[in-house]
Every structure is written in C-alpha cells, then in structure tokens.
C-alpha cells in the first residue's frame, strides 16, 4: 500500500541495516551496539531517541531478554511501536460546527498542500469544509489557496495581500459560524526570516480564534517536512511559542530516507502525529495510525 512504498527509503536506511547486523556480528558486543547507535542516528531518530533507545538495549541485555543479534530486531519493533502508540491522537471534533483547524508551519513544508488534501479528506466524509487564506504574505499563497479550494470545491475566505491576517482569521470564524460549516481550516505565514514578526502574527491569530470561539483551536496543527530530519524537531520548538500544538503533520514521507523522524517526534517532542503525507496528490494524506507506520517500517 501507499504508506509501505512511502517508506521504502526509511526501510532501506534502517530496518535492512538492523538485519544486516545478524550477519556481520556473531554476539553482541560493543562493535555491534556502536553500529546500532550510528544506524539509529542516520535514520533520524534523534540523538536523545536513541540514547534511550540504547539503554534500553542495554538493559535487555542484561535481563537476558536479548541474547544474539537476531533478538535486537524483534526487540526493537517492539519497543519502537510502544513509543509510537504511547498517548492519545485522535482528531478532535467541536460539539457545535464549525470545528477549528489552525495550520502552521515553515514556508515550504507543504501546509497548502496539507490543507487541500484534509478540506479533500472532510469532503469525502460529507462535511461541509472552508479554507482561510492567513497567510496575506505572499500573493502565491493566496492563489495556491484558492486553487486547492476550487478542487475540493469548498469555500475560501482571502483578503488581498498585505492585509491583516488576524482580520481574514475573524471574518473566516465569523463566516463559518453563520454558514454552520463543519471544517474550518486556516493557512497561515511561515515566513522565517522575520522569526519574532512571525511568532506574534501566529499568536494574534490564535488569540483571536479563541475569542471569537473559547473552544477554538479544536486543532493547531503543525506541519513538519520528513526531508528534513532533525531540523523539524528544531523547528516544533520554535512553533511551540506561538499556541499550544495539539499534533504534527509529517510531510513528504515518501522519498526519504529518514522516516525515523517520526520515532524522535513522538518521544521527544510531547506531540502527537496525526496525519503524514505520502504524495503531492489531492489523496496522499493519511491519519497516522502507529501501529500500521510500526509494520510498515519493519515488515
Ligand atoms: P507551504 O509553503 O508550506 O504551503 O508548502 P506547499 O503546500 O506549497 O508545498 C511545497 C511543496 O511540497 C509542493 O511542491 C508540494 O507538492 C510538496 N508536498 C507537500 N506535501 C507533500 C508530500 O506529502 N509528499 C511530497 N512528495 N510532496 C509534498
């Protein structure tokens, strides 16, 4: 399926290395946990993920629950899809529409096209869906926006560039209140050359949701890109000051090697991930289910 062939590279990167490991050391000694450590960091799982990792490995050693390199694999599918299903991720819902989505993120992460596919995957399960276009940087984005809308056939609020962001954020809420919409999604700047700007834009936003609707954000979704490892990690912290994230989207899982990502994500940031993007088309979205991406990744 498509979340396996998304992760062909990952596998390649990661799982065959781990079995590779049976063939090149008789018993575990310290060369083999050495090489285990560096395939663990080269798949992106994060220096902290897998210094944990490795006591844990340590550990097992010890208690004898590993005994040859042949008990590291089952050992660590295990352990992996315990940190990836370890808390809650299911999407919320408002009691009363609409249900509020903030999307934020890097220019570049793919949060357009994140939005497109979730007003695409909401419409497909018969709610009605409206795209707010916050992001009145970049003239582009407003267009991409409105292209994602008119594919979806949903509803798009926008203003002309340069305008207030919180101002088109207002109108939207207002707009999806009066038309009982059921998904309101909202793109916003991810500009980061101007960090601080950026950061107080998004937290206006936000402030001005949950004015208008105390509930709202049902969901502030950050948008992570997987090509870009270790760095999404620094980026969460980053957005982390803008509004309280309640999960991730991981982006452009397919071709790239350092799906691993995910594993550091899950066990360092307190952040669920609740969606990954598999593919540049209008379907290429998934809710992300740990236990599926844990047999994807080692099956
Ligand atoms: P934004 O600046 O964050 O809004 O990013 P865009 O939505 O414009 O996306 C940037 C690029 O990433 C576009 O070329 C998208 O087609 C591409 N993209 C987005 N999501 C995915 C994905 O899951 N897989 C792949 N392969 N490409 C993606």
């Not at 799982?15 to 060369?31: F, H, N, P, R």
């Not at 939005?115 to 695409?120: D, E, S």
């Not at 452009?252 to 990954?276: E, F, R």
Request: aromatic content about 6%; proline content about 3%; overall charge negative.
């Amino acid at each position: 399926d498509k979340l396996k062939n998304s992760l062909n590279k990952t596998r390649k990167s990661f799982t065959e290395k781990i079995e590779q490991l049976v063939v090149g050391y008789a018993d575990i000694d310290d060369d083999c946990l050495d090489e285990l450590e560096e395939i663990l960091i080269s798949a992106d799982v994060g220096i902290k993920t897998t210094m944990k990792l490795m006591e844990d490995v340590r550990l097992g050693i010890r208690k004898k629950e590993i005994n040859s390199p042949e008990d590291l694999r089952p050992f660590l599918i295990k352990r992996i899809s315990e940190i990836l299903i370890t808390g809650e991720n299911t999407t919320v819902v408002a009691a009363a529409p609409p249900t509020i989505f903030l999307v934020i993120g890097v220019n570049g992460v793919g949060k357009t096209t994140t939005i497109g596919k979730l007003a695409r995957y909401y419409k497909n399960q018969g709610k009605s869906v409206m795209l707010a276009a916050a992001d009145t940087f970049r003239a582009a984005a407003i267009d991409q926006l409105q292209i994602w809308g008119q594919r979806a056939d949903v509803d798009v609020i926008a203003h002309e560039e340069g305008s207030d962001p919180a101002a088109v954020v207002f109108d939207a809420v207002q707009a999806a209140i009066a038309r009982k919409t059921d998904i309101l999604l909202i793109d916003t700047a991810g500009r980061l050359h101007n960090k601080s700007n950026l950061m107080e834009e998004l937290n206006k936003i936000y402030r001005v949701i949950k004015r208008e609707v105390p509930a709202a954000p049902h969901e502030t979704l950050l948008v992570l890109d997987a090509t870009t490892g270790q760095n999404a990690i620094h980026q969460a912290e980053l957005f982390t000051k803008t509004a309280p994230i309640s999960g991730v989207v991981l982006t452009k899982l397919d071709g790239t090697a350092k799906g691993g990502v995910v594993i550091g994500i899950k066990s360092q940031l307190s952040m669920p991930v609740k969606w990954v993007g598999v593919g540049e088309g209008e379907d290429d979205l998934q809710p992300f289910i740990a236990e599926d991406f844990a047999k994807a990744l080692f099956e």
